[in-house]
């Protein structure tokens, strides 16, 4: 059954901190205070990321309590000081000694040449935090999304707006799999329906698919590597262990490429994070394709406005 957002997953909350002008931002996944077993799957071979190492399986630490989805490349990792010091105001992270550490694992869209050439800091990302909340969030050009662009095939000048866009599944069994994602992908966007619905445009400014272009022509014109990606992440309250939690990051990269296409290129730094927020039971392969089912309808709902 499908649902509304990544917060009908109980215990995530999500904030934006958007700049319009300077056409860039910051997306915060706040978790449960107890933080949640996660996971990640890195697909893209030019992601920016942030204590990716940490959530590989057979690491120490099993719980995170926060993800940052940031705009500025390499730049917008600082968001995750400013959640760090939110974190560690309200006494929320990984007892060590006397302290505790806030685990914030994050990753980065490139959308410095779409307006300033500025970018969101620990600031930013302590102002998203105070703007989480268990509600729906915004979708569109709004957050990490702000600045994001799609089909970049044909010329970054001829691409279409990208965005930030969220949905959710109910299974059966009453296990919920949510997903939020920010789409600034090299590649068109195609919906459900299997029609383009976003991506490259002709010089009359329709959208072509660029995919048949390509076969055709045998040469495309890409930005720089690391101008594009996808990056998400993707909850349940199904109970899973950390390996459990890169297999849901795995099948929800599936959803990816039914609606980027082409995704995973060398141009892509494709991140998706998987975060394990509860106790409830589910079959593994529906569960699977409840994540996949839910990052295509983010994806498609991150570019709806265009």
């Given amino acids: 059954m499908p649902g509304v957002a990544i917060t009908d997953v109980p215990g995530i909350r999500v ?7 300077a056409r860039t931002g910051c997306t915060v996944v706040l978790l449960p205070d107890e933080g949640a077993v996660a996971g ?27 993800i940052c989805l940031c705009g ?7 968001v995750a000081d400013g959640v760090m010091r939110f974190l560690r105001e309200r006494e929320v992270g990984l007892p060590v000694g006397p302290v505790r550490v806030p685990l914030v694992p994050a990753a980065v869209v490139f959308d410095l040449g779409t307006g300033d050439a500025v970018w969101p800091g620990p600031d930013e990302g302590y102002a998203a935090c105070n703007a989480a909340s268990a509600a729906p969030p915004a979708e ?33 069994s009453g296990a919920v799999v949510g997903a939020v994602a920010v789409v600034n992908a090299l590649g068109d966007v195609y919906g459900r329906d299997g029609r383009l619905v ?31 990606t996808t990056i998400a992440v993707v909850a349940t309250d199904a109970r899973l262990d950390k390996a459990g939690c890169r297999r ?35 079959d593994p392969i529906s569960l699977g ?18």
Wanted: proline share 7%.
């Fill in 15 to 21: 904030g934006h901190w958007t700049d319009a002008t």
């Fill in 40 to 66: 990640v799957d890195v697909r893209g071979p030019a992601p920016g990321t942030r204590e990716t190492d940490l959530l590989e399986p057979g690491r120490l630490v099993e719980r995170v309590h926060a």
């Fill in 72 to 78: 500025g490349s390499a730049f917008g990792l600082g």
């Fill in 140 to 172: 569109g050009r709004v957050g990490a999304g702000t600045g994001a662009t799609v089909g970049k095939l044909l010329g970054p000048e001829r691409s279409s707006p990208g965005g930030v866009g969220t949905a959710s599944v109910r299974l059966p």
């Fill in 198 to 228: 976003a991506g490259a445009r002709a010089e009359s400014g329709d959208l072509v698919a660029s995919w048949p272009v390509l076969l055709d022509a045998g040469r495309a014109q890409p930005p720089p590597a690391g101008a594009s």
């Fill in 248 to 282: 849901l990051a795995q099948a929800a990269h599936d959803g990816l490429a039914l609606a980027v296409r082409p995704a995973h290129t060398l141009y892509d730094g494709d991140t998706v994070f998987a975060v394990s927020a509860g106790e409830a039971e589910a």
């Fill in 289 to 306: 394709v409840a994540a996949a089912e839910a990052m295509w309808r983010a994806i498609e709902r991150a570019v709806a406005g265009d």
